[in-house]
């Protein structure tokens, strides 16, 4: 998609989503369609909206459910302007398919029917948000993976969480928005947002934006919603798009963090197929207005040097990217990075600092130092929090040799930002007996927030049926009660 001033960001009607993806027409979205799967054990939660049906309308609708290629539909009515539903009884580990059809005014044949989804019921952890079926290619333009969770609590109090859809060299250019009103326990459908992928809701001064990029490489974006996320902004570009071939930017939904007047976030440019990415951060005044580009400062990218004092020796392709803009107890900005370590002596447990000047925003990052830290081989959030005084995260902790796994996730905190301890393991599907194993299960690209005396977070969840551990097919919702309470433990 071309982006121009008169460009829209936000669909919620599937039918005008179909129009500006330009997918064929003989891959049409209905005016009825299914929002959120929810698969748990031995059932399913269903939403779905009749973008044709307004209050008043007198429609009902006629669930339509099977097991996989097998034997007739099971079916039943539901009534009322829009649809949610729960299927009890089913089996666990099995695939399903199932679809919804309108009945409208009092006739007895559905009058149009909503694409059939795919879904497999199972024991998960945490409340889910969405899910999609690794082989349902509803949303197959841009993938079939839900990825880059992220989650921000609006001035309202109600939480937003967005999701993008992946998978390898697909379109990767669409994400999707839930609303819960009740802290996490309840979700529901807002509206989709395309082109975006890889992106980060935040609040600032009082108003919500999406920091993303069109797809992966794409250019920068960033969108506002004056109504918490029901309609966006056209989104306005602030790096220009490159490609997977000669590298573009790169991001995951990274914290925002307000420093010296100024919000910083961090960027990476590069691609996997040039094998690195170099880093940067990108910022713009407070006062100023976000969707001016002329206002944001994109500092020269930094390319990672072997030579650093402390680096790893050898290595697949060791590199740096998804930074975290966070301040040391000096006041100093630093952007503490995921280290990609595979391969290389030692092969995990380190993590890369670099240095900004946040008095000159428009200076590159300067190399810092080699720290300890667990987690460093996936995607991790780090805030401080002033009332422990102490800085946080979810990572993935490695536990060798194993050195890939994303099947442990786990609590640690710091008070200086350079040593880091254990607190607890939150999940942990490598020693509880699970039968899939670390190449099946992954609770991953964790996006989090304070709320009171808890953590909120979301998670890209890999479990029952999953493609792999990385092509996950739930986004998911948890609680870390008291966090503060918990009491560190040694399980290095």
Known sequence: ?????????????????????????????????????????????????????????SASYRVHYRLRDSGPFVQFNVTGPMGTTKIQGLEDGQDYEIYVSALQNGESLP?????????????????????????????????????????????????????DVYWGNEGQNLSLLYRSSDNGYTWSFVTFLYPCFWGKLFVHQERLYMLATSTEYGALLIGRSDNGGETWSQPTVLIEAGSREAGGPHKAPMPVTEHNGRLWTAIDYGSWTTGSHASGLISVPVDADLLDSANWTKMPFLPYNKDWPGTVMGGKRSGLLEGNAVVLPSGKLV??????????????GRAIMLVADADHPELPLKFGKVIDFYGNLSKFTIYYDSESGKYWSLVNRVNPPTTGQRNILTLVSSAD????????????????????????????????????????????????????????????????EQFRRLECTDQA
Request: charged share 20%.
């Open 111 to 163: 009058t149009i029917q909503s694409p059939v989804r795919l879904f497999r019921p199972g024991e998960v952890p945490g409340t889910v948000v969405n899910y999609i079926h690794p082989d349902d290619y509803t949303y197959g333009f841009s993938g079939r993976s839900p990825a880059s969770p992220s989650i921000v609590r609006l001035p309202n109090e109600d939480l937003l969480a967005s999701h």
């Open 417 to 480: 930002l350079e040593h880091w301890e254990i607190v607890k393991d939150v999940l942990d599907y490598e020693h509880n007996g699970w039968p899939e194993d670390s190449k099946k299960v992954g609770f991953q690209y964790v996006d989090w927030i304070f709320r009171g005396s808890d953590i909120y977070f979301l998670s890209r969840t890999a479990i029952n049926g999953a493609y792999n551990y990385h092509n996950a097919n739930y986004i998911t919702f948890h609680r870390l």
């Open 335 to 348: 952007n503490l990075l995921r280290y990609q370590t595979n391969g290389g002596t030692p092969d995990h």
């Open 1 to 57: 998609m071309k982006l121009t001033k008169e460009s829209s960001w936000g669909f919620k009607d599937p039918r005008e989503l179909h129009l500006a993806a330009q997918l064929p027409a003989e891959q049409p979205f209905s005016a009825l369609h299914i929002t959120r799967l929810a698969p748990g054990s031995a059932c399913l939660e269903m939403d779905w909206n009749h973008f044709d049906c307004s209050s008043s309308c």
